[in-house]
């Protein structure tokens, strides 16, 4: 997700991830971590949603986007400049192993769906 950096994905005031993507007891994996934390606005399958791109763009192909940009977008926040959902709000309450993991799964997602055409059409 660093490659958020990457995206201008909603600016969705508090929406996007602000639990922490914690419960009690708290995800242990990156699905778990992704759904809890980026799922409201990259969809849950994340192919995108109204408030976010997909990640299966290959505008988050790793030489693009490499894990650098999607974990300052985490960390950071994006300015929109790929796409017209707004400005990415920064992801709070991540630690960088639960980062790691967030990304880890969204690069294993994009082996197993292969990447979707930019711009989609």
Known sequence: MAALAVAGV?????????DGGRT?????TGAELYQ???????GRDLRGT???PSHLSQVYAPDHHPDASFRAAIEEGSTAH???FGDMPPIRGLSDDEIDLVIAYVRE???????EPYPPG
């Open 109 to 115: 997602q994009q082996e197993i769906h292969g990447l």
């Open 10 to 18: 909603a600016q969705v005031g508090a929406a996007c991830g602000d």
């Open 36 to 42: 809890r934390s980026c799922a409201s606005c990259h």
């Open 50 to 52: 109204d408030l976010g």
């Open 24 to 28: 009690e007891a708290g995800p242990t």
């Open 82 to 84: 790929h796409w017209d």
